[in-house]
């Protein structure tokens, strides 16, 4: 072996000798970088194509605390594991540098790493812009240069992402949404996607696209949640200049883009962060901290200065590079507590003595105030499914500094109700009005999610109760119920045409189902739902205070009949919603309204139009001053069967 070791060092000192030396760091940005405090080291680490001593070439940069020696192989030099050796840098930062001259963008390259242990470990570039299509796993030499003409939405994004304002999310993944009949085995590519996706966002009325993760992952069963390169957008759908070019396209159609980001683990492939120099660099030695149980992957080390800035940087880096309007956050459950899926004896307790993660807890709050203060216009929304307080409040407050947090006990709440045959469903009536309690705790969004439609779920149409009309029906009076109740929206493709099938991530979604009028009908309650949240001021100007509902009647369990009002800032504004749980019609039914004069149904679920039974259309409920439901003015309506009703006063 010391021989061996020797010979490379040969090499690497003559190489040396011909090459001078190059570097973007400054002391500062080492300082930044080891206290954690470093958000953009995508400009310094990686691979940089860079003009030094009038030669055009490439700087390469890695963190390798543990090594002996680094090399840089590739095409280039015939992938000569000792021909490009790297320098450590002196100020014990442990990166290592070098400038090759003559080689460019789409060069293909790997760090051949000498560890101090002796072990030989060959590793693709975490700050690498882009990587090879999987199953090839090096790093290719790119720039994430691009010539944006996206300034209109770019400046008015800090009114349009405002919690104030209507926010009703379309959660895809990629590969799967649509593929070509002729090749269903081929994925779209990023601008075949924008030719097809941006005009059904545009039909359908949703404000914000929701991708899951779009980085560079080597299994796609993972849906893009393993992933390896975390600067990198899949090659599987172009370059990244194809994204942003896809993002641009969005933006210029109004549409917002949400990108599903994962801090919480990455997975054990060779070629990745795990073991990076033969010490567990990224991830926990301990790996009753370092291993998740769940995923089989490596949970990171938060409490690592570098790895922080490493972290918080790919979350600057996506908003920067290419203009995402949020974050989604994901599995921050698993990151806030110590024994999460863990037993007795397989998890440490804190030096408090808590199941607490405190130092994810310290790294969250940091990348909040890092995004927020760098980029105000964006949100960051957290899929977090415990109790944990403040998740969505400041962090000068005591909170993590979330924007929003997935309304997760709704969600199941929700399911488990809708999923009851009507008949029963007097008997769990708390679990469609338990949701009201807790509201207003954090700032909500409501979500129907690829998790709620896979592993044996079945589809939202196959989950709900009777049989094929009232299997829509229900489907129908679901969404009216998320539309109508606090907070923003979030729902998985496929589900706004009632895909029948369980999400399969391997073929396109069922479009064909659209030319049943059924499912047309879910289509178009879906499109109408939107228009209604974008245009009615009190379905989102207070969806995350007390003040924006209230009930008129949360309590008759025994006819399953739910009425309650939404208000916005101005009271003309304010909306009444009527839903019936039951497939029973119920005639002249008088309800407590919350204003006298006539109130007219603006929106009414079990419309013909939707595929509904057309019963009690056109209806004005005119008020009579008989005390009900606690309002001193009331009026009679008829509830058509299975369906929600908005109601609007009108002069």
């Known amino acids: 072996m010391a021989k061996k070791v020797n010979a490379i060092q040969a090499v690497k000192n003559e190489s040396v000798s011909t090459e001078s030396w190059y570097s973007r760091f400054s002391d500062f940005d080492i300082s930044l970088f080891r206290s954690g405090k470093h958000y953009r080291l995508y400009e310094k680490l990686g691979s940089h194509v860079v003009e030094h001593g009038r030669v055009n070439g490439t700087y390469f940069a ?52 000498q560890s101090n242990s002796g072990e030989s470990l060959e590793k693709a570039d975490p700050f690498a812009l882009r990587w090879e299509e999987p199953p090839s796993t090096a790093s290719i030499v790119w720039d994430t240069w691009y010539e944006w003409k996206d300034g209109p939405w770019m400046r008015s994004r800090y009114d349009i992402n405002a919690l104030n304002k209507p926010m009703s999310v379309y959660e895809m993944h990629f590969g799967s949404w649509a593929r070509s009949p002729e090749s269903p085995d081929e994925f779209l590519s990023y601008r075949q996607m924008a030719e097809k996706l941006i005009p059904y966002l545009l039909e359908t009325g949703f404000t914000h696209v929701e991708f899951l993760p779009l980085m560079e992952h080597p299994f796609y069963p993972s849906w893009g949640y393993q992933i390896t390169g975390y600067f990198a957008a899949t090659s599987r759908y172009g370059t990244p200049q194809d994204l942003m070019y896809l993002i641009e396209q969005l933006h210029q159609a109004g549409i917002g883009v949400i990108l599903d980001w994962v801090p919480s683990h990455f997975p054990g492939d060779e070629h990745g962060l795990y073991r990076f120099d033969g010490t567990h660099l990224y991830e926990h030695e301990d790996m009753r901290k370092g291993f998740h149980p769940d995923w089989k992957s490596y949970i990171f080390n938060y409490g690592r200065n570098e790895v922080k800035s490493f972290l918080i940087s790919n979350a600057i880096f996506w908003l920067d590079r290419y203009h995402a309007d949020g974050l989604r956050v994901d599995a921050v459950a698993s990151m806030l507590y110590l024994d999460y899926s863990r037993k007795d004896g397989e998890w ?73 045959d009507p008949v029963h469903r007097k008997y769990n009536h708390q679990g469609i009005t338990f949701s009201t309690v807790y509201a207003f705790t954090e700032n909500f969004m409501l979500p129907f999610s690829h998790d709620e439609v896979v592993h044996g779920k079945g589809s939202l149409l196959d989950r709900m109760p009777g049989d094929e009309w009232q299997k829509f029906a229900n489907l129908r009076l679901l969404y009216l119920y998320m539309f109508t109740h606090p907070g923003t929206k979030c729902l998985f493709m496929g589900c706004e045409f009632a895909q029948s099938a369980e999400w399969n991530f391997n073929q396109s979604l069922d479009w064909h189902l659209l030319e049943y009028a059924p499912h047309q009908g879910i289509k178009e ?48 504004d304010d909306l009444l919603i009527v839903l019936n749980m039951t497939p029973v019609p119920r005639k002249t039914w008088r309800i407590g309204l919350p204003a006298e004069g006539k109130w007219k149904v603006i929106l009414n679920s079990d419309d013909s139009h939707f595929y509904g039974s057309g019963l009690f259309l056109d209806q004005n409920v005119i008020s009579e001053e008989i005390f009900w439901h606690g309002k001193v003015q009331s009026g009679l309506m008829n509830l058509p069967p299975l369906a929600g009703l908005v109601l609007k006063k009108v002069n």
């Open 525 to 572: 309650t879906v499109t109408v739902l939107n228009k209604l949240y974008r245009s009615e001021p009190a379905l989102y100007e207070k969806s995350f205070e007390s003040g924006g509902f209230e009930w008129i009647e949360g309590g008759d369990a025994e006819n399953s009949v739910l009425v309650y009002t939404r208000k916005g800032n101005n009271p003309s």
């Open 348 to 420: 440490i307790p804190n030096d408090e003595g808590g199941r607490e993660n405190l130092e994810a807890i310290s790294f969250i709050r940091e990348f909040n105030e890092a995004v927020y203060s760098n980029f105000p216009d964006v949100q960051t929304i957290a899929e977090e499914s415990t109790a944990f307080s403040g998740v969505s409040r400041p962090t000068f407050m005591g909170g993590l500094g979330f924007g929003m947090k997935w309304m997760m006990g709704w969600m199941h709440d929700t399911l488990n109700y809708f999923g009851k």
């Open 62 to 113: 890695v963190w390798v605390p543990n090594a002996h020696q680094v090399f840089v192989e590739g095409n280039f030099n015939g992938w000569n594991k000792a021909s490009h050796p790297m320098q450590v840098r002196w100020d014990e930062s442990g990166i290592w540098e070098t400038f090759i001259p003559g080689i460019g963008t789409g060069e293909v390259y790997k760090y051949y790493i």
